[in-house]
């Protein structure tokens, strides 16, 4: 069973770029098996899809936030991280990772517990 | 993409039956039955409780029941328990790698 945990700071200053990593428990990171993905909710809100990554390397993103979004992996830690630049208080939320799994499992199954982003100077 | 929509609350009785709904676009749930429903408790991650409009997770409650028709989608819970009281979200599956999710509704158990 896959368990996720996010780590990374708690406040980020407007304009800066924003930074977390999801360290993956259970099953390896470079297995075919899983997509990784980070979903967002901002306070008193839904959730937001933001970016995913498979093993491959190959990425996808949310059409409305690909411009300053990165996501990336790094297998030899077992790690996915996001980056998201030109922050604003509007991206202030809970960010979770979460994982869906390969062929046609198209739905959020494992979640890490988020981490609350707040943007504020 | 637009969110998918939710009512913003519903309520019911212990032993009662509820319904809450999620409507998008055409474009939202073409082609697709892939919605997904998650509840989530305070302070708490999200749970899958229904993926590809009816299945159910393993370890998750036969109370729970999804369907879709159209442009929407719903999720009913038979038998409403205290501990159901929490937030429900709908998701979709739109293509390529992307989701849309519903802005979420609030169950409450009187």
């Known amino acids: 069973q896959v368990q996720l945990q996010e780590s990374g700071p708690g406040l980020v200053k407007p304009s800066e770029t924003l930074s977390l990593t999801c360290t993956v428990f259970?099953?390896?990171?470079?297995?075919?098996?899983?997509?990784w993905g980070w979903v967002r909710q901002p306070p008193g809100k839904g959730l937001e899809y933001i970016a995913s990554i498979y093993f491959t390397g190959t990425t996808y993103y949310n059409s409305s936030l690909k411009s300053r979004v990165t996501i990336s992996m790094d297998t030899s830690k077992s790690q996915f991280s996001l980056k998201l630049s030109s922050v604003t208080a509007a991206d202030t939320a809970l960010y979770y990772c979460a994982t869906y799994g390969s062929g046609g499992r198209y739905y959020f199954d494992y979640w890490g517990q988020g981490t609350l982003v707040t943007v504020s100077s | 993409q637009s969110a998918l929509t939710q009512p913003a609350s519903v309520s019911g009785s212990p032993g009662q039956s509820i319904t809450i709904s999620c409507t998008g676009t055409s474009s939202d749930f073409d082609n697709y039955d892939l919605v997904s429903w998650y509840l989530q408790h305070p302070g708490k991650a999200p749970k899958l409780i229904i993926y590809?409009?009816?299945k159910r997770p393993s370890g998750v409650s036969d109370r729970f029941s999804g369907s879709k028709s159209g442009n929407a989608a719903s999720l009913t819970i038979s038998g409403l328990q205290t501990e159901d009281e929490a937030h429900y979200y709908c998701g979709s599956y739109v293509g390529s790698n992307t989701w849309v999710f519903g802005g979420g509704t609030k169950l409450t158990v009187l």
């Open positions: 590809e409009v009816t």
């Open positions: 259970g099953d390896p990171i470079s297995s075919n098996r899983y997509y």
